[in-house]
């Protein structure tokens, strides 16, 4: 009867797989965030685009009051000002995601490398379990051999109770 195959490691490989499943959450909240950072630009930039054309508008048609004028110019600075802040918070993210880049292919390999060693090892328990297969299958051989002469009943003595 051969045994089961117990890998010594499981609780190390479940530990290396749950550090694996963390950093590949925090990455994917990291490029979350920077997808957000880049749709709050194209809005904002949107903004900036309709605000100018509406300026154009006015100023072929009639001619805009110097207030009115001034307020949009100093609200589409405002909006470049947003831009600017979102394209420093972006580069931040970027950096924070390229490490917790890093650290998930580490967790990753690491993980990879307990998996490998449980693959070889359950490859050599399988190869030990069919060497004891064949030599138990040759010991019987031999007794059948010298004891039963090959005869049937000589088989069903060594193999049933009597």
Do not use: N, Y
């Not at 490691?9 to 920077?34: K, M, S």
């Amino acid at each position: 009867m051969s045994r089961r195959f117990r890998f010594r490691l499981e609780t190390l490989l479940r530990v290396r797989q749950l550090r694996e499943d963390e950093a590949t959450r925090r990455l994917a909240q990291q490029q979350a965030e920077i997808a957000r950072i880049d749709a709050q630009k194209a809005e904002l930039l949107e903004r900036i685009r309709e605000i100018q054309t509406e300026l154009l508008a006015r100023q072929s048609t009639a001619c805009p009051e110097p207030a009115d004028l001034a307020r949009r110019r100093a609200w589409v600075a405002h909006l470049r000002r947003r831009i600017a802040d979102g394209d420093r918070l972006r580069a931040e993210k970027s950096e924070q995601l390229e490490r917790l880049r890093d650290a998930w292919r580490t967790a990753r390999t690491q993980k990879r490398v307990i998996e490998k060693l449980r693959e070889r090892r359950a490859a050599e328990h399988r190869h030990a379990a069919r060497r004891r297969e064949q030599r138990d299958a040759w010991e019987l051989a031999q007794r059948l051999h010298v004891h039963g002469g090959g005869d049937i009943e000589g088989v069903r003595g060594m193999v049933e109770p009597a």
